[in-house]
């Protein structure tokens, strides 16, 4: 009875390094979505993905960022070149797809860019 | 477009008293409204969803919240706190026009628990 899987939970970068960070959807969920909380704020909405398909990416920066969702494996958030500001926590959400309005969140990827 | 705002960052109260965590929304559209928890590193748990049948709605751990069109308002109660209701609450409002289910989150309420 796997929830939303990420890993790593923790992740440490120097500024200029590459982030990968992983999430594996809850069995059946074929939607999965990312977010991103700054220290001390809420959950902001960065992109949205079906399997081969981003649907939606309207709250991903133009630059560094990108997000997949390959018809195997896990979703991946790949973040170039990091910066101090992208430090945050990352989490991966998922839903079947049906209208229920609930996501199933994972315990999220703490980046932490030294 | 549509917005939360969840009007108080933290919230103190004594173990055994009652718990209120304000929020207003506005949206163009009918809404849906939920309100999760978020425990210290762990992830988000939906505790209650409003989706427009009832308007006061239970949720899990002795939670409810009353969706006031009136009022724009969903706030979230609890007759009785206790020492593991300590955590982070967001109200989230997802309107019925979007694609997919994308949420818009409130900044959060920081509730301590005090013995």
């Known amino acids: 009875n796997a929830g939303v899987m990420q890993n790593p939970r923790h992740l440490v970068r120097r500024r200029g390094q590459e982030a990968r960070l992983r999430c594996s959807p809850m069995?059946?969920?074929?939607?999965v979505y990312w977010y991103r909380q700054l220290p001390e704020e809420g959950l902001k909405f960065m992109v949205y993905?079906?399997?081969?398909?981003?649907?939606?990416e309207s709250g991903m920066p133009k630059e560094r960022f990108s997000a997949e969702f390959p018809k195997e494996g896990p979703s991946i958030l790949r973040i170039q070149q990091v910066v101090r500001g992208d430090s945050a926590a990352y989490f991966c959400?998922?839903?079947?797809?049906?209208?229920?309005?609930?996501?199933?969140f994972g315990e999220g990827s703490r980046l932490t860019v030294l | 477009a549509q917005s939360v705002t969840q009007l108080d960052s933290h919230v103190s109260v004594s173990e055994g008293t009652p718990v209120l965590l304000r929020c207003n929304y506005s949206s163009s559209y009918s809404p849906s409204l939920f309100w999760y928890v978020q425990h210290p590193n762990k992830g988000l748990q939906l505790l209650l969803k409003?989706?427009?049948?009832?308007?006061l709605v239970k949720g899990i751990n002795g939670f409810e919240a009353e969706f006031k069109k009136s009022e724009t308002s969903f706030h979230l109660t609890k007759p009785s706190a206790h020492m593991s209701d300590a955590a982070e609450y967001f109200c989230v409002v997802s309107a019925l026009d979007n694609a997919g289910n994308m949420l818009t989150f409130g900044g959060g309420t920081r509730l301590m628990v005090k013995p």
């Open positions: 069995k059946g969920h074929s939607h």
């Open positions: 409003y989706t427009s049948a009832a308007t």
């Open positions: 993905l079906q399997k081969e398909n981003i649907i939606d």
């Open positions: 959400a998922s839903s079947s797809g049906e209208y229920t309005g609930e996501l199933f």
